[in-house]
């Protein structure tokens, strides 16, 4: 049974104040990140799945029941090549890991995002970069992950070392994958649904806390691509 409480206390921008779950959904996500040892958020954009699982992963640090956060997405190409983008590797890949940035910068500001990220404190990575190393007191945050094949995604669950958490967030209605690869969040919700310690947590248009017009565009869509499919 999961430990549900109505808020979470965190320090936000140097400041004390709280971080409160909208829905229903965000309690049973934030709950099941704090009780189970792997949590899958999956559901659709404006949920708030990336910005509560950093939210939390910082609070873990601050309150030194980690020693760092990895936060990783996988790196898929669509329409241009990486080797066409401008730049070095590094400044190619930076696009793919903005929106993690995003959020940290906001909920850090800018002094402790600049610190954290200098010493290496928050690393902000691709996910091929994770091939053959092992997180111990670790809070690690997978984003994007309709994204992963089925041995990336094998991959990243198999990095988890001791005293570590795995958020694993994911909308599987938007899978950037060639049509012959089957979604590495997919399979694994299968696999591992029934291993002790990892929660799945699903979000629907309920949960959508942007502008009202964002739950009414996905509403739009999925009635479209139903009639599509009938």
């Known amino acids: 049974m999961l430990n549900v409480k109505k808020e979470y206390n965190i320090f936000f921008k140097n400041k004390f104040c709280f971080i409160k779950p909208k829905t229903i959904t965000q309690n049973l996500y934030l709950n099941s990140i704090i009780n189970k040892i792997i949590t899958f958020g999956i559901g659709v954009s404006g949920t708030g799945k990336t910005y509560l699982a950093t939210a ?36 190619k890949i930076d696009p793919y ?27 902000v990575v691709p996910l091929a970069y994770m091939r053959g190393r092992t997180f111990n007191d670790c809070f690690v945050v997978l984003d994007e992950a309709q994204n992963t094949t089925i041995s990336q995604m094998k991959m990243f669950l198999t990095r988890l070392g001791f005293n ?15 049509k012959n690869m089957y979604s590495g ?10 291993i002790k310690d990892i929660g799945i947590i699903y979000f629907n248009i309920n949960d959508v806390i942007r502008s009202n017009i964002v739950g009414n565009i996905i509403k739009a869509y999925n009635k479209y691509e139903n009639l599509i499919i009938k």
């Open 185 to 194: 969040l997919k399979h694994a919700v299968k696999v591992c649904k029934n």
């Open 97 to 123: 890991l903005s929106p993690i940035y995003d959020v940290l910068f906001e909920i850090l500001g800018s002094n402790f995002y600049k610190k954290y990220i200098y010493n290496n404190i928050i690393e």
């Open 164 to 178: 570590s958490k795995a958020v694993i967030n994911g909308d599987i209605s938007q899978i950037d994958l060639p």
């Open 56 to 91: 939390l992963a910082v609070d873990f640090f601050k309150k030194r029941k980690v020693s760092r956060i990895v936060l990783a997405r996988p790196i898929v190409e669509a329409g241009e090549k990486l080797g066409y983008l401008p730049g070095n590797f590094n400044k």
